[in-house]
């Protein structure tokens, strides 16, 4: 038994009993950090079936300092705590963990940061007149575990029960991997391409587009194959590191010296030395390699978490545990995604199809592609690892191009002159990934497309010319958001949260009509879009190609190395293609109401109204006229995902009740959700996006801390830019005004913290400037800035100016703004005159980096300290 014992007082302490099979020990010096009365706390360690185990047991009296509570135990997490260890923090944190308020966010957040969750989610305290959940059990374990509330008689707080399982599976499985990392295999494949002349390509009929592909694909996998053979390695030894020679060498004198040492005890504190040097090499190789690992990574998240599993022993497995034939399996899928299309699109309630679309008298020319425009083009894929059927990723495509552009220009040139797209790029390769819900169920398992990288090329170049096309005959509608130049989540989350404010400014109700289509691009009929692509000008060769490239394309699903059998998909886009956002949003372009935003398929109404009644009749006319002609295209709508939001502000005194009438489903308005990657609620006041944002951004702050120990600061610098602020940033222009970020700033700071080694409670003061990396104040100024300078062309044209003034070469509104609109925009006006000359300037690469300097130089901690700064010169 452990125990913290008040000498005075009552109602207080700690204690933790341990059954006399379980050897423990107290845990270093965590009693000591206790304050009686303020943050009561006893620890204890031990070991099950060689896992490490860490209690501890905190009360928090009712009238003690919360902001005591929230130092001690950060300090406990951070400093004396190992995080690779099983940690339990039990006890009554007088804190509620059922209603939404401020102390359970930040102790969430916190816990979070550490990889801890809280797993009691009931009432733990119940008298005549209240409710509460007030004690609870957290643990960075995240599965295989319950929790039960037990009733009890001896207090007024029920006791709580944890069960969980601490079995390692030592089940060795080995796989098939290509080593593509390999220096030498990568130079080999490099040269041997360049030796290919390709004559037997040139000597094929110009007409035949397959058979000049079949020739080309067969070199090139024979050299891929060649220099990048299969080898059966063991699964646990995929992520090991190689021994540096030096550490082999030094490894090879050990050896020797405890031969001697049996013989001669003297050589005893040299084989000690030598030990220690020994040990530190390989310290030195592990980081190398890991460094190594994340800088050729083109995915810092997914890296990062990888190897944080590693060396916590945590990395999660998911495999497909479906109680089924595992030969017969992958048919059985393959069959239920075509089914499960056709019964969703046969539940539409069928209307016939017609499309208003006015007829385009300019049609489509295909310019033939050069070898510049080719790289120039692929220099945009993503350098995945994944790959189709054929194994080629698009990393070694991407390696390979320069040798290979003349030849695929001419295969591409040829298919686009006789309107053919090569037969073996329209397969797919499906495998299917665990979601949610039920492990049995089909539908609880998410189709991953793979396509071969070569059909993204010849997608790629399509799609610019069929781009260039609709912007030259001005075809695409301004509610259109996504995969347009110019346009992006931020500008579709700008313009509905503009109308808001405006209804806001008019005193009326705005109701937000949030539509979700199911599995939107594999419902597309083709034949509709080839018509409405025809309207738009789409003729000859070019309506040959897409035809040929949309029609007769085959799938096959593969599970645990298992194959179905080969099926033919008769409707929907090829998911996973560069082709397919770009075919649906021309697919939805004749879609015109007002009020209306979209980002590819997601679809946004915006209705207003003086009065509630008003505005849910306007809601249900609209959404009614959306519906019916989502019904004559054969898309479905998902009505479990379809919301409704009543938008207003806090002294509207208006309370939403009831439900709204959807398409003959009744849906009820809700008070916050996920839009567009940001989370909106109905007032505006952003606090739910800084609540989620704040929880993730935790967990992301606890991973740079796991890998900081193994790693060096630059390498955890591009990991902070790629994965924690990218996530800061992301709409920061909208939510960056709401009163509760503060909350953000200490995450933040947590984080600088842990990649610089720094202890809890060490001031960040001049740490971000000499890092060079701007705070969370810094960040918003830096986005509203530049979402202001890159749309100044299209805010010109909608605001005018009319004035002689400083800001000619900015944008001036002459309509009137709303009240939010005001702040922001006067904010950017403001900092925009305050900005040196040489900041304002018209390229955006070097406004950009002028103004990112000035802010990491000015290190702002808030906004007022940047707006009463006199003299930025100096800092520029």
């Given at each position: 038994?452990?125990?913290?014992?008040?000498?005075?007082?009552?109602?207080?302490?700690?204690?933790?009993?341990?059954?006399?099979?379980?050897?423990?020990?107290?845990?270093?010096?965590?009693?000591?950090?206790?304050?009686?009365?303020e943050?009561?706390?006893?620890?204890v360690?031990?070991?099950?079936?060689?896992?490490?185990?860490?209690?501890?047991?905190?009360?928090?009296?009712?009238?003690?300092?919360?902001?005591?509570?929230?130092?001690?135990l950060?300090?406990?997490?951070?400093?004396?705590?190992?995080?690779?260890?099983?940690?339990?923090?039990?006890?009554?944190?007088?804190?509620?963990?059922?209603?939404?308020?401020?102390?359970?966010?930040?102790?969430?957040?916190m816990l979070?940061?550490?990889?801890?969750?809280?797993?009691?989610?009931n009432?733990?305290?119940?008298?005549?007149?209240?409710?509460?959940?007030?004690?609870?059990?957290?643990?960075?374990?995240h599965?295989?575990?319950?929790?039960?509330?037990?009733?009890?008689?001896?207090?007024?707080?029920?006791?709580?029960?944890?069960?969980?399982?601490?079995?390692?599976?030592?089940?060795?499985?080995?796989?098939?991997?290509?080593?593509?990392?390999?220096?030498?295999?990568?130079?080999?494949?490099?040269?041997?391409l360049?030796?290919?002349?390709?004559?037997?390509?040139?000597?094929?009929?110009?007409?035949?587009?397959?058979?000049?592909w079949?020739?080309?694909?067969?070199?090139?996998?024979?050299?891929?194959?060649?220099?990048?053979?299969?080898?059966?390695?063991?699964?646990n030894?995929n992520?090991?590191?190689?021994?540096?020679?030096?550490?082999?060498?030094?490894?090879?004198?050990?050896?020797?010296?405890?031969?001697?040492?049996?013989?001669?005890?003297?050589?005893?504190?040299?084989?000690?030395?030598?030990?220690?040097?020994y040990?530190?090499?390989?310290?030195?190789?592990?980081?190398?390699?890991?460094?190594?690992?994340?800088?050729?990574s083109?995915?810092?998240?997914?890296?990062?978490?990888?190897?944080?599993?590693?060396?916590?022993?945590?990395?999660?497995?998911?495999?497909?545990?479906?109680?089924?034939?595992p030969?017969?399996?992958?048919?059985?899928?393959?069959?239920?995604?075509?089914?499960?299309?056709?019964?969703?699109?046969?539940?539409?309630?069928?209307?016939?199809?017609?499309?208003?679309?006015?007829?385009?008298?300019?049609?489509?020319?295909?310019?033939?592609?050069?070898?510049?425009?080719?790289?120039?083009?692929?220099?945009?894929?993503?350098?995945?690892?994944?790959?189709?059927?054929?194994?080629?990723?698009t990393?070694?495509?991407?390696?390979?191009?320069?040798?290979?552009?003349?030849v695929l220009?001419?295969?591409?040139?040829?298919?686009?002159?006789?309107?053919?797209?090569?037969?073996?790029?329209?397969?797919?390769?499906?495998?299917?990934?665990?979601?949610?819900?039920?492990?049995?169920?089909?539908?609880?398992?998410?189709?991953?497309?793979?396509?071969?990288?070569?059909?993204?090329?010849?997608?790629?170049?399509?799609?610019?010319?069929?781009?260039?096309?609709?912007?030259?005959?001005?075809?695409?509608?301004?509610?259109?958001?996504?995969?347009?130049?110019?346009?992006s989540?931020?500008?579709?989350?700008?313009?509905?949260?503009?109308?808001?404010?405006?209804?806001?400014?008019?005193?009326?109700?705005?109701?937000?009509?949030?539509?979700?289509?199911?599995?939107?691009?594999?419902?597309?009929?083709?034949?509709?879009?080839?018509?409405?692509?025809?309207?738009?000008?789409?003729?000859?060769?070019?309506?040959?190609?897409?035809?040929?490239?949309?029609?007769?394309?085959?799938?096959?699903?593969?599970?645990?190395?298992?194959?179905?059998?080969?099926?033919?998909?008769?409707?929907?886009?090829?998911?996973?293609?560069?082709?397919?956002?770009?075919?649906?949003?021309?697919?939805?372009?004749?879609?015109?109401?007002?009020?209306?935003?979209?980002?590819?398929?997601?679809?946004?109404?915006?209705?207003?109204?003086?009065?509630?009644?008003?505005?849910?009749?306007?809601?249900?006319?609209?959404?009614?006229?959306?519906?019916?002609?989502?019904?004559?295209?054969?898309?479905?709508?998902?009505?479990?995902?379809?919301?409704?939001?009543?938008?207003?502000?806090?002294?509207?005194?208006?309370?939403?009740?009831?439900?709204?009438?959807?398409?003959?489903?009744?849906?009820?308005?809700?008070?916050?959700?996920?839009?567009?990657?940001?989370?909106?609620?109905?007032?505006?006041?952003?606090?739910?996006?800084?609540?989620?944002?704040?929880?993730?951004?935790?967990?992301?702050?606890?991973?740079?801390?796991?890998?900081?120990?193994?790693?060096?600061?630059?390498t955890?610098?591009?990991?902070?830019?790629?994965?924690?602020?990218?996530?800061?940033?992301?709409?920061?222009?909208?939510?960056g005004?709401?009163?509760?970020i503060?909350?953000?700033?200490?995450?933040?700071?947590?984080?600088?913290?842990?990649?610089?080694?720094?202890?809890?409670?060490?001031?960040?003061?001049?740490?971000?400037?000499?890092?060079?990396?701007?705070t969370?104040?810094?960040?918003?100024?830096?986005?509203?800035?530049?979402?202001?300078?890159?749309?100044?062309?299209?805010f010109?044209s909608?605001?005018?100016?009319?004035?002689?003034?400083?800001t000619?070469?900015?944008?001036?509104p002459?309509?009137?703004?709303?009240?939010?609109?005001?702040?922001?925009?006067?904010?950017?006006?403001?900092?925009?005159?305050?900005?040196?000359?040489?900041?304002?300037?018209?390229?955006?690469?070097?406004?950009?980096?002028?103004?990112?300097?000035?802010?990491?130089?000015?290190?702002?901690?808030?906004?007022?300290?940047?707006?009463?700064?006199?003299?930025?010169?100096?800092?520029?």
């Amino acid at each position: 038994m452990n125990t913290l014992i008040r000498e005075e007082g009552k109602h207080g302490g700690s204690a933790i009993y341990i059954k006399d099979s379980i050897v423990c020990r107290e845990y270093k010096n965590t009693n000591k950090l206790s304050i009686l009365g303020e943050f009561e706390c006893c620890a204890v360690e031990c070991s099950l079936k060689k896992i490490n185990i860490i209690v501890l047991c905190i009360y928090r009296p009712p009238g003690g300092s919360i902001e005591v509570f929230f130092n001690q135990l950060e300090n406990i997490l951070s400093n004396q705590i190992n995080l690779e260890s099983t940690i339990f923090i039990t006890g009554d944190f007088n804190i509620e963990m059922l209603d939404e308020n401020r102390n359970k966010l930040r102790l969430a957040t916190m816990l979070n940061f550490y990889s801890i969750r809280t797993t009691v989610v009931n009432y733990t305290r119940v008298t005549e007149q209240t409710k509460s959940c007030l004690d609870n059990i957290c643990t960075n374990l995240h599965n295989g575990h319950t929790s039960v509330i037990l009733a009890s008689h001896v207090s007024d707080h029920f006791g709580q029960k944890f069960v969980f399982n601490i079995d390692k599976n030592d089940e060795r499985k080995f796989v098939r991997k290509r080593f593509l990392f390999d220096e030498a295999n990568r130079i080999n494949f490099v040269d041997q391409l360049k030796q290919q002349t390709w004559e037997d390509i040139l000597v094929i009929d110009r007409k035949d587009v397959n058979e000049q592909w079949k020739t080309f694909i067969n070199v090139y996998l024979n050299i891929f194959n060649q220099s990048f053979p299969l080898t059966r390695i063991h699964s646990n030894n995929n992520k090991k590191y190689k021994k540096s020679e030096r550490a082999e060498e030094i490894k090879h004198q050990l050896d020797i010296l405890l031969v001697l040492l049996t013989d001669n005890p003297s050589l005893k504190e040299q084989y000690k030395n030598m030990k220690k040097y020994y040990d530190s090499i390989l310290k030195e190789d592990k980081k190398k390699y890991l460094q190594d690992r994340i800088m050729k990574s083109d995915c810092k998240m997914r890296s990062m978490w990888t190897i944080c599993g590693e060396l916590t022993g945590k990395n999660k497995h998911r495999e497909n545990n479906i109680d089924e034939n595992p030969k017969s399996l992958p048919d059985k899928f393959n069959i239920h995604l075509i089914e499960a299309v056709q019964k969703l699109v046969d539940e539409v309630h069928h209307q016939n199809f017609f499309c208003d679309i006015e007829e385009n008298d300019q049609s489509l020319f295909l310019r033939p592609v050069n070898t510049g425009e080719l790289v120039n083009l692929c220099s945009r894929l993503k350098n995945k690892h994944s790959s189709g059927y054929d194994d080629i990723p698009t990393s070694i495509v991407k390696l390979s191009l320069v040798q290979i552009a003349s030849v695929l220009c001419y295969i591409i040139n040829n298919s686009m002159k006789f309107g053919k797209f090569p037969d073996q790029l329209k397969f797919a390769l499906i495998k299917p990934i665990y979601k949610k819900g039920d492990r049995n169920s089909l539908d609880s398992y998410r189709p991953i497309s793979l396509l071969p990288s070569f059909s993204k090329i010849f997608e790629l170049v399509m799609c610019t010319r069929l781009l260039d096309f609709f912007k030259k005959c001005n075809l695409f509608l301004d509610s259109q958001h996504g995969f347009l130049k110019g346009k992006s989540t931020n500008t579709a989350i700008y313009h509905f949260v503009n109308m808001i404010l405006q209804e806001f400014e008019k005193k009326n109700l705005a109701i937000g009509v949030f539509l979700d289509l199911s599995k939107a691009y594999d419902c597309v009929n083709l034949e509709y879009l080839l018509i409405k692509l025809e309207k738009y000008g789409i003729r000859g060769k070019a309506y040959k190609w897409i035809e040929s490239y949309l029609l007769d394309r085959k799938q096959q699903v593969i599970i645990n190395e298992n194959k179905s059998n080969i099926a033919i998909k008769e409707r929907g886009l090829a998911q996973g293609s560069n082709a397919g956002p770009i075919f649906f949003i021309i697919y939805i372009n004749d879609l015109i109401m007002d009020g209306l935003v979209n980002y590819v398929d997601d679809t946004n109404i915006l209705v207003s109204g003086r009065t509630l009644p008003e505005a849910v009749d306007k809601a249900y006319d609209s959404s009614s006229r959306i519906c019916d002609w989502f019904n004559r295209n054969e898309l479905a709508l998902n009505s479990s995902k379809t919301n409704i939001m009543v938008f207003r502000t806090k002294n509207s005194r208006v309370t939403p009740t009831g439900t709204i009438n959807l398409n003959g489903n009744e849906v009820k308005p809700v008070h916050d959700m996920r839009f567009l990657g940001i989370h909106i609620d109905e007032f505006l006041d952003w606090n739910s996006h800084v609540e989620k944002t704040g929880l993730r951004l935790s967990s992301i702050g606890y991973g740079i801390r796991v890998v900081s120990r193994h790693m060096d600061e630059r390498t955890l610098k591009i990991l902070y830019h790629a994965n924690f602020e990218s996530v800061l940033r992301y709409g920061i222009v909208f939510w960056g005004c709401s009163s509760s970020i503060q909350l953000l700033f200490i995450i933040q700071k947590r984080t600088i913290r842990s990649i610089r080694h720094m202890k809890f409670g060490a001031t960040c003061r001049g740490v971000f400037r000499d890092m060079q990396i701007m705070t969370i104040y810094g960040l918003y100024i830096f986005e509203c800035l530049m979402f202001f300078f890159r749309h100044q062309v299209e805010f010109s044209s909608n605001f005018g100016h009319g004035y002689n003034t400083r800001t000619t070469n900015f944008i001036y509104p002459s309509h009137r703004l709303t009240s939010t609109e005001k702040g922001t925009y006067y904010m950017c006006i403001k900092l925009y005159n305050k900005l040196p000359s040489t900041c304002r300037l018209s390229s955006l690469i070097k406004f950009k980096n002028a103004i990112k300097k000035l802010l990491i130089k000015l290190e702002p901690y808030s906004l007022r300290d940047f707006l009463d700064c006199n003299n930025l010169s100096e800092f520029v």
